[in-house]
C-alpha cells in the first residue's frame, strides 16, 4: 500500500504523481494499512434524545445574538454572532485580518464574555504592542503565543472560554504527525481536532486561513464545511478599505458585505459607503457615469468610468478593472449592431473606481451610456444615476431592487435616474423616492438623448 503525504490518499501501486493532489513524489510505502481497514461493524444503540417536532421546540433555547458594536460586522455575520459560533477568515497576505480579529475580540469581550486570542504567527510582544495601537482594553480578553495543537486543546478544554481565536490555522504544529508541514491532510487533522474540543465546550472559534494564489482559502475543502461560517477579507488593492464578505453562513444570509477603512488605529466601518466611493468624482466628465449597484440587500452608488480611443491594431483593446471583460465585449457588440456606433475599431477601457469589483447584470447599461458618452464626447447631466440589464437585441430588462437603489440615489442628493422601463411598475407609487426625476427607457438607443 502507497499513502500521500500530503493529501493521504492510497494507491494500491507506487505512483510519482498522487493521483488526488497531483503532487509529485509524495506517495510513500505504508505498512500494514490492509489490516488496518477492515470491515467495520455496525451495532445498533438507543441515542439519549428523541427526535422533535416544531411544537416541541419551544423548550430549546433561542440563539442570542452576540452583537459586537461593529455595524459592519454585524451585518456581515447575519445580525450578530452566536454563542458557538466557529467561523473562517480568509484574505491575502496583510489585508488586516488579524487587526480585524483582535478588535472583534476586543468588543465581544467586552459583553462580558472570556475570550482567547492564540497568535501562532507572532510574538506576545507584537500581539500586545498592536492592541495597544488599537486602543483595546477589555479585562476578559486574553492573549497568548503558541502554535503546538496539544497546548490549544488544553487551553480549549480548560480555559472555559466562550470564544477562541486561532491567527492563523496553518501554523499550527502537531508533534508526531506524519503529513508535510502545511498539507491538505494536516490541515484537516488540525481544524477536527479543534472543532470537535470546542463543540464539547460551547466554545466558538475564529480560524484566520491564509489564501492560495487563485485567492481561496488555502488547505482542503473540508475546512469550509466544517465550520459555521466562512468569510474573506478583500482589499481595493492599493485603497485604505477593505470588504468582508460572507461565502457561507448557517446562522444567516450570506448577502451582506462590510466594508471598512484601515487607520492608523485599526479598522473603522464605513458607514455611508456611497459617499466614499463617489466623493472625487469630477461632475461633468464625458465617460463617467454613477451607478446603483447592489451589495446584499443594501444599494451603493459607484462610478464607472469608460474611455474609447482609436485602435491602430489590427484586434481593437478592451480592457476591464472591476468588470466582467465579457460583459463590456457584448456591449459593445449590441451598440455596434443595433445602435450604429462604431466600435469594432475603438479601444475601449472601462473601470469601477474604487477598486471593487461588479458583477450583477444591472451594470450593463451604465456602462453602456459611459462608452456611449465617451464615444461621442458628451457628458450625462449632473445628478443622474443609472441601473439596468441590456440583452443582446438592445432592449434595457428590469433588475431586482429599484426602490432600494433608487431611494439610495435620492439619499445621496441625485435628481435623475435613468432605469429599466418594466421597473417603472415597482416604483410609480413609492412616496420615499418622490422628488427624483424617473427616466425609464426600454431601448439603448434612448441612452442618445440624454447625453447633452
Ligand atoms: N503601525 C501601523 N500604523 C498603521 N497601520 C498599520 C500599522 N501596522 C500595521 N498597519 C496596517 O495593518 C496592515 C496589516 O494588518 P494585519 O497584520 O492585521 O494583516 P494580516 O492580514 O493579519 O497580515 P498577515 O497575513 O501577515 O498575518 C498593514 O497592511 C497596514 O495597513
Ligand atoms: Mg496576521
Given amino acids: 500500500m502507497y499513502k500521500c503525504n500530503n493529501c493521504g490518499a492510497i494507491s494500491i501501486k507506487w505512483v510519482g504523481k498522487c493521483p488526488e493532489c497531483l503532487s509529485y513524489n509524495t506517495m510513500g510505502e505504508v505498512a500494514g494499512e490492509r489490516e488496518s481497514s477492515n470491515v467495520i461493524k455496525f451495532k445498533r444503540k438507543s441515542p439519549d434524545i428523541s427526535p422533535v417536532t416544531i411544537a416541541d421546540s419551544e423548550n430549546l433555547n433561542p440563539l442570542n445574538r452576540i452583537k459586537t458594536g461593529i455595524k459592519e460586522f454585524d451585518l456581515s455575520v447575519g445580525s450578530g454572532l452566536v454563542k458557538g459560533q466557529s467561523v473562517l477568515i480568509g484574505g491575502e497576505p496583510g489585508v488586516g485580518k488579524s487587526t480585524l480579529m483582535l478588535q472583534i475580540a476586543d468588543r465581544v469581550a467586552a459583553c462580558g464574555l472570556k475570550i482567547l486570542y492564540i497568535s501562532t504567527e507572532e510574538s506576545l510582544v507584537q500581539i500586545i504592542l498592536r492592541a495597544k495601537r488599537l486602543n483595546l482594553s477589555s479585562k476578559t480578553l486574553f492573549f497568548q503565543s503558541l502554535n503546538e495543537i496539544n497546548e490549544i486543546l488544553y487551553f480549549i478544554e480548560n480555559g472555559g472560554y466562550d470564544f477562541i481565536i486561532i491567527d492563523s490555522i496553518q ?249 429599466p422601463q418594466s421597473n417603472l411598475k415597482d416604483v410609480k407609487n413609492v412616496k420615499s423616492i418622490n422628488g427624483i426625476n424617473l427616466h425609464p427607457i426600454s431601448k439603448l438607443k434612448k441612452i442618445i438623448e440624454y447625453l447633452t
Avoid at 209 to 236: M, Q, R, W
Avoid at 321 to 349: F, H
Fill in 171 to 419: 501554523r499550527i504544529t502537531v508533534p508526531g504527525s506524519e503529513s508535510a508541514y502545511g498539507s491538505v491532510n494536516r490541515l484537516r487533522e488540525i481544524a477536527h481536532e479543534i472543532t470537535s474540543a470546542c463543540i464539547k465546550k460551547n466554545c466558538g472559534a475564529f480560524f484566520v486561513c491564509h489564501v492560495n494564489k487563485e485567492g481561496g482559502i488555502a488547505g482542503p475543502k473540508t475546512l469550509e464545511h466544517i465550520v459555521d461560517t466562512v468569510l474573506y477579507f478583500d482589499s481595493g488593492k492599493r485603497d485604505s478599505y477593505r470588504v468582508l464578505r460572507c461565502y457561507k453562513n448557517r446562522f444567516g444570509s450570506t448577502d451582506e458585505i462590510g466594508i471598512y477603512e484601515m487607520s492608523e488605529n485599526g479598522l473603522k466601518g464605513v458607514k455611508n459607503p456611497s459617499a466614499y466611493f463617489i466623493s472625487e468624482r469630477q461632475t461633468d466628465s464625458p465617460g463617467s457615469v454613477v451607478t446603483a449597484s447592489l451589495e446584499g440587500t443594501r444599494s451603493m452608488l459607484v462610478e464607472v468610468q469608460a474611455l474609447v480611443v482609436p485602435s491602430y491594431m489590427p484586434v481593437p483593446k478592451r480592457v476591464c478593472l472591476g468588470i466582467d471583460g465579457g460583459r463590456i465585449s457584448i456591449i459593445a457588440a449590441v451598440l455596434e449592431k443595433k445602435e450604429g456606433i462604431k466600435l469594432s475599431s475603438k479601444e475601449i477601457y472601462v473601470k469601477i473606481f474604487g477598486g471593487i469589483s461588479i458583477q450583477e447584470p444591472a451594470i450593463d447599461l451604465p456602462v453602456a451610456v459611459s462608452i456611449v458618452s465617451s464615444y461621442m464626447e458628451k457628458p450625462l447631466p449632473y445628478g443622474f444615476v443609472a441601473f439596468g440589464e441590456a440583452d443582446l437585441t438592445g432592449e434595457v430588462r428590469g433588475v431586482k431592487n429599484s426602490v432600494v437603489r433608487i431611494k439610495e440615489a435620492v439619499n445621496m442628493g441625485f435628481t435623475d435616474v435613468l432605469f
